[in-house]
């Protein structure tokens, strides 16, 4: 197809704003799917995720546009994670595209996921369409929020659509618009193929499927094709493209967004962002600068039961075929016996991955307080970088520690400001800066909207604060992060001794003025949520050998079936059987038994 | 061939149902008593056999809400379809609010030789917590026309642990049932299953929770006060004057075939364990319309389970279990066996080991279901 006929674009937004409902509706649009398929679509890959474990999203849909002049476009929708963790993924997402449509919530107006998206679309010299969503909702404010667009985005209000992706309302002028204002890829056919894979999974049939887009050449079934960063060489085994279902064709030309099957094992050896080309005298440069995915959240991974370590093993494995940016190291503790240190984009990232874990192969995991990747030197000169917090050296060791910061972005109306700053300065953040946004009428009383830049390590975001950020501001506030680099740090290693035993499950990194309460607060909790055992249990918080915290968990005393007579032996028996099933899902500590819960509690803490 | 058979019959009457309870007990429902009996006989007739009778014992509920004339007609019944031991025990369990002197000086004409009475506590406000239709006062004149009644097989229920129970106030409970010297003692910590009303007035916050801390002082109290008085402590609730240990019960314990007829009865017979039906009315239906059985529950107990039944139950005995006992029924040796096991909980403490037996210290009655567990198969 004429490339002047194509365009390539995505939809970007805030969580919530709508993003896939706009999807779904372009898909009915124009024709590609009914409103009924596509609820049958979405269920269908359910069913296939469950049956087979990966993941089969329409990550990029082929859609076929009659515009007024009955002149037929070919519309490439391609899917963003809509998640901060994701960001890397997005860029590339967003390079593979000519344009991206800006969605913002008409009751919500921007948020800090707005920002970071239109400012990741303005580095890659998108066209955004912004489109202001929901407006059939009886709480919408399109004349604000497109107040909001225009003072702090600074597009004109005519260059701004108002839809309703619920109702399709204002959908087909956006079409329209898409057309118009997105420009035609202007790649060149003749060249040598450059494609751009800016997504891949592992099928079981047809090994890792690359979803690319071609940029210069063209792509065909058979090609012999070598991936530029990566230098492995591939044959295209499949050529096609999604409807969302995938349709095998000849090839993929100039311009085209689709996929090939590679055969490879592993979506490592296949790595968004590396740009595909001919394997013999293919193009010299690649599309745009590969990054390899760098973890930025660390921690263990354990089973429940030390018997399930080769399941874990096996877990783990087949999840990183699908997730390159999944990183793992076999790692042995003490307490928890064998397990994996493992790195994660993100905190969003370490839960997807567990629940996974835990769903899809079945495992019971005890997982780690989360935490960060420390330089430390040592006052002998050597040099350590740090992911589990046992290998922390003692304070009298340790000539100078870095660690990694963020910027962060906090959108919130005004009222909550107060709150929120005591939040992030508890949390050792640095205030840089202030931004009004505007005014919503709907929180009218809770003042005006507003920006809130700070710097913070990213230590200190790991565990409590988004959750504390939403609970001060009753759910207003959003966030966002970007990483910003390494600074010099002042901290600790707190351990946690029950009875006797340091758990360096529980081990954490602190700045010194903080180890008291930290300590404090997880002796108390590690009380409440350890069963009472048969001896008295010490639990201590220390810094080497420095007790700063302690609680003493009494030992239990009465666990004891008054009434057993003829009419109660089996039930009794089946009480029995019950608390017998109970120790076996506990962990132990020597002598101690630990409920899984208590680990997660743990974690909970800030 | 003979075998000896304890006999339980379950009366699933009261006249007001206590805020703890959660057996199988209907109120306002007397009207029923009398075809429930006849359902009671048909039960009892399927079972007639080569059956020995050693002992009787009435449970409920509340058993004294039957008349003399229908005790009778019970008794009667047992006796023409089993063979009842000339020195049987038969037992029958009654609410002080139920008896008059003339009541129990009948039913101890007709032979039940002895009497459990639901005394519960000597404290009037705890006896309305309780939800108990008797005073004090009225539990100690039920005692006194018991003892005028003849009844020389006197035994006391009462409960500890109770919300915000103290310890004298236990201390004072005990000490005037000591005085009344019965024979024998059954001494229960305050348990509230799930759908207790006294648990959801706890849930509301309406009454303090049971400390569990206040409840095994208050076990520790009793032991000290019973052992001062004469009673050897023998089953982890029970205590009694020399012989006078309830020999009904024992067999419980002693895990030896036991029939229960009735509503829930439970029975443990060849090798299972039987539960009959728990709704009143099934059970009555299906005697009415000769559709049998009435039996919801029927599980097989394999000798593994058997032998680490025999093992829980007879660590609730004081004595302990006889390792010898152990080796002839079931061909193994406990130390062998649970070598683990019984170290570890000799090693806490709560298990000892001592004359060719191993039994519960002082500690671990209060612990036993942390032993108990351990002995379970699989």
């Known amino acids: 197809m004429d490339q002047l006929l194509i365009r390539n674009f995505c939809i970007i937004a805030h969580i919530d704003h709508g993003k896939s409902t706009l999807a779904d509706r372009l898909i009915e649009l124009t024709g590609t799917l009914r409103r009924d398929e596509i609820g049958e679509q979405m269920m269908d890959s359910m069913e296939l995720e469950r049956e087979r474990g990966i993941t089969i999203k329409a990550k990029a849909v082929r859609l076929d546009y009659k515009d007024s002049h009955n002149e037929i476009y070919r519309l490439n929708l391609i899917d963003t994670p809509g998640h901060v963790d994701f960001s890397y993924e997005v860029s590339r997402t967003l390079a593979a595209c000519e344009g991206a449509v800006l969605v913002i919530d008409a009751t919500q107006g921007i948020q800090a996921q707005t920002l970071a998206n239109i400012y990741l679309a303005m580095e890659h010299n998108l066209e955004v369409i912004p489109v202001i969503n929901k407006i059939d909702l009886p709480g919408s404010e399109p004349e604000r929020v497109l107040e909001e667009i225009e003072s702090v985005l600074g597009y004109k209000a005519s260059d701004v659509l108002l839809i309703s992706a619920k109702t399709g309302q204002g959908v087909p002028l956006l079409l329209e618009e898409i057309v118009r204002r997105i420009p035609p890829p202007r790649g060149d056919i003749s060249k040598p193929l450059r494609a751009l894979i800016f997504d891949s999974h592992y099928n079981d049939y047809k090994g890792v499927i690359a979803y690319l887009r071609v940029v210069d050449g063209r792509i065909a079934k058979g090609d012999h094709l070598r991936l530029m960063e990566h230098g492995t060489e591939i044959e295209a085994l499949e050529v096609g493209y999604f409807t969302p279902e995938p349709r095998p064709l000849a090839e993929l030309a100039a311009g085209e967004v689709g996929y090939i099957a590679t055969g490879l094992k592993s979506v490592g050896e296949c790595r968004v962002g590396d740009t595909v080309t001919i394997a013999s005298q293919g193009a010299t440069e690649p599309l745009i600068g590969y990054r390899p995915p760098k973890p930025m959240v660390y921690a263990g991974i354990y089973p429940t039961q030390m018997e399930e370590y080769p399941q874990l093993r096996e877990a783990i494995e087949k999840l990183s075929l699908n997730d390159a940016s999944l990183t793992y190291e076999p790692e042995t503790s003490p307490i928890l016996g064998y397990g994996f240190r493992c790195g994660f984009l993100g905190l969003l990232h370490l839960d997807i991955v567990c629940e996974r874990l835990e769903r899809e192969f079945s495992l019971s995991l005890v997982v780690t307080v989360p935490g960060v990747k420390f330089n430390v030197t040592k006052t002998s000169g050597q040099k350590l970088t740090i992911t589990n917090p046992t290998e922390f050296p003692v304070p009298t060791e340790i000539e100078k520690i870095e660690e990694p910061w963020v910027k962060i972005s906090v959108i919130t109306p005004s009222i909550f400001i107060g709150a929120l700053m005591e939040v992030i300065q508890k949390s050792e953040g640095t205030y840089k800066h202030t931004e009004y946004l505007g005014q919503l009428k709907s929180s009218e009383a809770l003042g005006q909207r507003v920006r809130l830049e700070y710097e913070m390590p990213l230590r200190s975001m790991l565990t409590t604060f988004y959750d504390q950020l939403k609970s001060r501001s009753r759910g207003y506030a959003s966030l966002d992060h970007e990483f910003i680099g390494y600074r010099d740090a002042k901290l600790v290693k707190l351990d946690v001794m029950v009875n006797d035993i340091t758990v360096d499950a529980f081990s954490r990194i602190v700045p010194p003025d903080k180890a008291h309460d930290v300590g404090k607060a997880m002796a108390a909790k590690l009380k409440e949520v350890i069963p009472r055992q048969l001896f008295k249990v010490p639990i201590q918080a220390a810094i080497g050998s420095r007790v700063v915290a302690r609680e003493d968990i009494a030992a239990k005393r009465k666990d004891v079936l008054a009434k057993c007579y003829g009419g109660d032996i089996t039930r009794k028996r089946k009480l029995l059987e019950k608390q017998k099933e109970g120790k076996k899902k506990m962990k132990n500590i020597g002598r101690v038994e630990v409920p899984k819960e208590a680990f997660l509690e743990v974690m909970k803490l800030g | ?378």
């Open chain 2, 1 to 378: 061939m003979s075998c000896n058979l304890a006999l339980y019959i379950h009366v699933p009457f009261c006249r007001h149902k206590c805020h703890y309870c959660s057996f199988v007990s209907f109120e306002q429902r007397e009207a029923d008593i009398s075809p429930y009996l006849r359902a009671l006989g048909q039960e009892l007739a399927e079972h007639t056999g080569s059956e020995r009778i050693s002992s009787i014992y009435f449970g409920g509920g509340t058993p004294s809400v039957l008349t003399i004339r229908q005790i009778d007609d019970l008794l009667t019944t047992i006796k023409s379809l089993f063979t009842v031991d000339e020195a049987a025990e038969i037992t029958i369990e009654a609410n002080p609010g139920t008896v008059t002197r003339e009541y129990l000086t009948e039913i101890r004409k007709l032979g039940i030789n002895r009497l459990s009475l639901g005394m519960q506590s000597l404290n009037d406000s705890e006896l309305v917590l309780l939800g108990r239709i008797h005073t004090a006062a009225e539990a100690i004149d039920a005692v006194r026309s018991a003892r005028n009644s003849g009844f020389e097989n006197l035994s006391l229920d009462l409960i500890y642990g109770l919300p915000g129970q103290t310890m004298t106030s236990w201390r004072e409970t005990l000490e005037k049932a000591l005085e009344m010297e019965p024979e024998h003692c059954s001494l229960y910590a305050l348990t509230l299953e799930p759908e207790a009303p006294m648990r959801r007035e706890i849930e509301a916050k309406l009454i303090p929770d049971i400390d569990p801390d206040t409840s095994a002082d208050q076990y520790e109290l009793a032991e000290d006060l019973l052992a001062a008085h004469g009673y050897r402590h023998y089953e982890i609730s029970n205590w009694a004057k020399e012989g006078r240990e309830c020999r009904h019960n024992t067999v419980y314990w002693q895990n030896l075939p036991y029939l229960g007829v009735g509503v829930a009865a439970h029975s443990c017979l060849g090798g299972h364990r039987l539960a009959n039906t728990r709704s009143l009315d099934r059970y009555m239906a299906a005697f009415a319309s000769s559709v049998l059985p009435v039996v919801e529950m029927d599980e097989e107990i394999n000798p593994e389970l058997e032998c680490a039944e025999t093992i829980i139950l007879g660590l609730r005995l004081c004595p302990g279990i006889s390792l010898d006992n152990i080796h002839q029924r079931f061909g193994i040796d406990i130390l062998e066996h649970y070598r683990r096991q019984v170290g570890e909980m000799v090693d806490y403490g709560l298990l000892e080991h001592a004359d060719g037996h191993i039994r519960l210290t002082r500690r671990g009655r209060l612990l036993s279901n942390e032993v108990f567990w351990r002995f379970l198969p699989g």
